[in-house]
């Protein structure tokens, strides 16, 4: 028994992938087997590699009688990355980095790093990609994440039960409490990470913010029990848009003034959102789907006097609530 495929296999792959990629109509074994440099039984052997371990989008197309790459993006990052590779770990440890613990964002640097070094190996040019630590960013609404409880609640989800210690930031009572969990899915939500998860603690589907997760552990000899939704329910009866608790949920109309109006207007809120100019670059008319009436009262504080209407009533007066609270507390 052999413990993986050989390094010429390997190479081989890469090669075949990086010739398919660059020509879309596709090749022949034969035509794969002098690009390569190879026979065509290590043509064959790389081919299957390719397809049964690398799940790759390598198919025979039984018509044209070659190999066709049927989806063009496809690329083996760890083995062979490419410079969009590359772009795409620096972008991800970017945007984790104000959000996540240490530990996750030196491990993201250091896979970009072990990324930069092989592309260069091949020969590419310093321009051909990004260079880590060429791209940074900031978050003002952000939380931390212990990268301890992440490991955890991503290997339980769906398959494991877990005791979590959860410090509720909405307690009167302060302190933490042990519920016992079945994780469904976890979710980044304007710069906080969340877990949905069936509470057999309370027999009930709840929404926990990571960070507040004090502490987690896997129950042993335990199996989830609840059904796991599927996938536009596991969050509830409506995607979260605006909100990860549910409070009043509608569809807001709002009209903002510019300049505000033309920030606004190239801020994605919700993928289903609706913006119609009222009057061109002046008038902004918004149509936005939510979930929480009081969150996105609170993100309506931040438009300030751009605001000229907001609908429905039960939104405005949340709006109307919080502005009159911070009135009160500075008077």
Known sequence: MTDGPSELVKDTARVLLRHLRDNPEGASKE??????????????????????ACDSPVEFDRSQGRWVLRDSLFTL???????????????????????ADEEITVRLRRLSEQMD???????????AGARPGSLVATLTTGSRTDPRVLSVLLGAVTKQVVQIRYASPWSAEGGARVHDVEPWQLRLHDGNMYLRAWSRTHADARSFRVAQIEAAEVIAGLSPREPVPSQDRIWGDHDPAFGIDQDRPGTATLRI???????????????????????????????????????????????????????????????LGHARAILAALA
Request: charged share 30%.
């Open 31 to 52: 035509v794969l087997a002098n690009v390569a440099g190879v026979s065509h039984p290590s043509i064959q052997r790389a081919l299957t590699w390719l397809r049964d």
């Open 77 to 99: 990052p760890l083995s062979d990355p490419e410079p969009a590779d590359l772009s795409a770990v620096l972008f991800a440890e970017a945007l984790l980095a104000p959000i």
């Open 117 to 127: 070094a092989e592309i260069r190996e091949r020969g590419d040019l310093p321009s």
């Open 257 to 319: 003034r510019a300049p505000m109006a033309r920030w606004v207007h190239h801020n994605v809120w919700d993928p289903g959102q609706e913006d119609r100019w009222i009057e061109q670059g002046e008038l902004l008319e918004r149509k936005v789907a939510y979930r929480s009436c009081r969150e996105l009262a609170r993100r309506l504080l931040s438009i300030g006097d751009a605001l000229v209407s907001i609908e429905p009533p039960e939104l405005r007066e949340a709006v």
